[in-house]
Protein backbone atom coordinates (compact mmCIF):
# COMPACT_ATOMS: atom_id res chain seq x y z
CA UNK A 1 0.00 0.00 0.00
CA UNK A 2 1.52 3.56 -1.15
CA UNK A 3 0.64 6.73 1.03
CA UNK A 4 1.70 10.40 0.57
CA UNK A 5 3.12 12.21 3.97
CA UNK A 6 3.81 15.29 3.47
CA UNK A 7 6.95 16.50 5.94
CA UNK A 8 9.36 18.62 6.87
CA UNK A 9 12.58 18.24 4.29
CA UNK A 10 15.99 17.62 6.04
CA UNK A 11 19.38 18.37 4.78
CA UNK A 12 19.87 14.49 3.92
CA UNK A 13 16.98 15.06 1.28
CA UNK A 14 18.51 17.83 -0.81
CA UNK A 15 20.21 15.49 -3.64
CA UNK A 16 16.74 14.28 -4.54
CA UNK A 17 15.71 17.72 -4.51
CA UNK A 18 17.76 18.66 -6.32
CA UNK A 19 17.48 16.03 -9.07
CA UNK A 20 13.69 16.66 -8.95
CA UNK A 21 14.19 20.70 -9.15
CA UNK A 22 16.49 20.10 -12.16
CA UNK A 23 13.74 17.81 -13.95
CA UNK A 24 10.51 20.16 -12.56
CA UNK A 25 12.62 23.69 -14.09
CA UNK A 26 13.76 25.39 -17.16
CA UNK A 27 15.91 27.81 -15.10
CA UNK A 28 16.35 25.69 -11.47
CA UNK A 29 17.97 26.41 -7.89
CA UNK A 30 21.10 25.53 -8.15
CA UNK A 31 21.99 23.04 -4.80
CA UNK A 32 24.09 25.98 -2.82
CA UNK A 33 20.07 28.12 -3.38
CA UNK A 34 18.30 25.16 -2.39
CA UNK A 35 20.44 24.05 0.94
CA UNK A 36 20.72 28.39 1.82
CA UNK A 37 17.14 28.09 1.80
CA UNK A 38 16.46 25.01 3.24
CA UNK A 39 19.08 25.81 6.27
CA UNK A 40 19.83 29.23 6.18
CA UNK A 41 16.95 31.51 5.59
CA UNK A 42 15.03 31.65 9.10
CA UNK A 43 11.59 32.78 6.73
CA UNK A 44 12.05 29.24 4.53
CA UNK A 45 10.25 26.48 4.78
CA UNK A 46 10.66 23.02 3.25
CA UNK A 47 7.71 20.45 2.66
CA UNK A 48 8.55 17.11 0.80
CA UNK A 49 5.88 14.89 -0.41
CA UNK A 50 6.47 11.23 -0.19
CA UNK A 51 5.42 7.86 -0.62
CA UNK A 52 5.73 5.32 1.67
CA UNK A 53 5.69 1.58 -0.05
CA UNK A 54 4.64 -0.72 2.71
CA UNK A 55 3.88 -3.65 0.45
CA UNK A 56 5.83 -7.03 0.39
CA UNK A 57 7.27 -6.08 3.64
CA UNK A 58 9.77 -3.19 2.22
CA UNK A 59 9.37 0.05 3.76
CA UNK A 60 10.70 2.28 0.95
CA UNK A 61 9.84 6.21 0.58
CA UNK A 62 10.09 8.15 -2.55
CA UNK A 63 10.01 11.70 -2.65
CA UNK A 64 7.47 13.10 -5.64
CA UNK A 65 6.88 17.06 -4.85
CA UNK A 66 8.55 19.50 -2.73
CA UNK A 67 7.51 22.91 -1.61
CA UNK A 68 9.71 25.67 -0.41
CA UNK A 69 7.74 28.47 1.03
CA UNK A 70 8.31 31.71 2.98
CA UNK A 71 6.06 32.91 6.23
CA UNK A 72 7.40 36.79 6.93
CA UNK A 73 5.25 37.83 9.31
CA UNK A 74 1.32 38.10 8.19
CA UNK A 75 1.87 36.66 4.72
CA UNK A 76 3.21 32.99 3.11
CA UNK A 77 4.90 33.81 0.50
CA UNK A 78 4.79 30.46 -2.40
CA UNK A 79 8.37 30.19 -3.64
CA UNK A 80 8.93 26.76 -5.69
CA UNK A 81 6.61 23.94 -6.28
CA UNK A 82 7.80 20.57 -7.64
CA UNK A 83 6.17 17.39 -8.07
CA UNK A 84 7.24 14.74 -10.65
CA UNK A 85 6.11 14.51 -14.06
CA UNK A 86 4.56 11.26 -13.71
CA UNK A 87 2.61 12.23 -10.42
CA UNK A 88 1.23 15.59 -11.66
CA UNK A 89 -2.84 16.14 -11.21
CA UNK A 90 -3.18 13.59 -8.80
CA UNK A 91 -3.40 15.84 -5.69
CA UNK A 92 0.37 15.77 -4.63
CA UNK A 93 0.93 19.28 -5.89
CA UNK A 94 -2.48 20.46 -3.92
CA UNK A 95 -1.70 18.49 -0.82
CA UNK A 96 1.50 20.45 -0.71
CA UNK A 97 0.14 23.93 -0.76
CA UNK A 98 -2.61 23.21 1.07
CA UNK A 99 -0.04 21.90 4.00
CA UNK A 100 1.55 25.35 3.30
CA UNK A 101 -1.50 27.51 3.83
CA UNK A 102 -2.09 25.64 7.05
CA UNK A 103 1.80 26.19 8.57
CA UNK A 104 1.16 29.71 7.16
CA UNK A 105 -2.13 30.04 8.93
CA UNK A 106 -0.49 28.62 12.14
CA UNK A 107 2.04 31.14 12.65
CA UNK A 108 -0.34 34.34 12.04
CA UNK A 109 -0.33 34.51 7.87
CA UNK A 110 -3.30 36.65 7.03
CA UNK A 111 -2.51 36.18 3.32
CA UNK A 112 -0.84 34.16 0.43
CA UNK A 113 1.08 35.12 -2.44
CA UNK A 114 2.84 33.71 -5.39
CA UNK A 115 4.19 34.15 -9.14
CA UNK A 116 3.73 31.80 -11.98
CA UNK A 117 4.83 31.44 -15.41
CA UNK A 118 1.62 32.76 -17.43
CA UNK A 119 2.26 29.54 -19.57
CA UNK A 120 1.89 26.99 -16.39
CA UNK A 121 -1.51 26.60 -16.85
CA UNK A 122 -1.77 23.53 -14.69
CA UNK A 123 -0.31 25.53 -11.51
CA UNK A 124 -2.62 28.34 -12.28
CA UNK A 125 -5.76 25.88 -12.22
CA UNK A 126 -4.96 24.41 -9.40
CA UNK A 127 -4.18 28.04 -7.11
CA UNK A 128 -7.43 29.20 -8.96
CA UNK A 129 -9.38 25.93 -7.30
CA UNK A 130 -7.77 27.02 -4.24
CA UNK A 131 -9.13 30.48 -4.11
CA UNK A 132 -6.31 32.12 -5.31
CA UNK A 133 -6.79 35.13 -7.63
CA UNK A 134 -4.63 36.54 -10.19
CA UNK A 135 -3.97 40.20 -9.07
CA UNK A 136 -0.88 41.42 -11.14
CA UNK A 137 1.55 40.59 -14.09
CA UNK A 138 5.45 41.19 -14.23
CA UNK A 139 6.09 41.21 -17.87
CA UNK A 140 9.44 39.18 -18.44
CA UNK A 141 9.89 37.92 -15.20
CA UNK A 142 11.10 34.63 -16.04
CA UNK A 143 13.69 33.58 -17.92
CA UNK A 144 14.60 30.52 -19.98
CA UNK A 145 12.23 31.17 -22.18
CA UNK A 146 11.41 34.76 -21.09
CA UNK A 147 7.93 34.95 -19.97
CA UNK A 148 5.47 36.97 -17.90
CA UNK A 149 5.16 36.12 -14.24
CA UNK A 150 1.16 36.38 -13.19
CA UNK A 151 0.74 37.86 -9.41
CA UNK A 152 -1.78 35.18 -7.65
CA UNK A 153 -3.34 36.16 -4.00
CA UNK A 154 -5.46 34.31 -1.27
CA UNK A 155 -6.44 37.56 0.61
CA UNK A 156 -7.79 36.01 3.43
CA UNK A 157 -5.78 33.17 3.86
CA UNK A 158 -9.27 31.66 5.21
CA UNK A 159 -8.47 27.60 6.25
CA UNK A 160 -11.71 26.68 6.30
CA UNK A 161 -12.36 27.39 2.79
CA UNK A 162 -11.15 24.12 1.96
CA UNK A 163 -11.07 20.88 3.76
CA UNK A 164 -8.05 20.13 6.34
CA UNK A 165 -4.97 18.29 4.76
CA UNK A 166 -4.69 15.10 6.33
CA UNK A 167 -1.00 13.76 6.73
CA UNK A 168 -0.93 10.83 5.29
CA UNK A 169 -3.71 10.28 2.36
CA UNK A 170 -3.82 7.33 -0.18
CA UNK A 171 -2.63 8.38 -3.39
CA UNK A 172 -4.58 8.40 -6.55
CA UNK A 173 -4.13 5.82 -9.21
Known amino acids: MADLQILPATS ?19 RKMLEAELTGNPF ?5 ALRQDRSEGRAESEILGYHCFWIVFEEL ?14 GVGKALVLEACRLGSEQA ?5 LEVRASND ?13 VGRRPQYYT ?3 EDAILMEKNPLVLSDWRQPERS ?5
Open 12 to 30: EMVSEIVLLEEACFSAPWT
Open 44 to 48: AHFLV
Open 77 to 90: RLMNLAVRESMRRQ
Open 109 to 113: ATRAI
Open 122 to 134: AARSLYTHLGFMQ
Open 144 to 146: QPT
Open 169 to 173: VPLRR
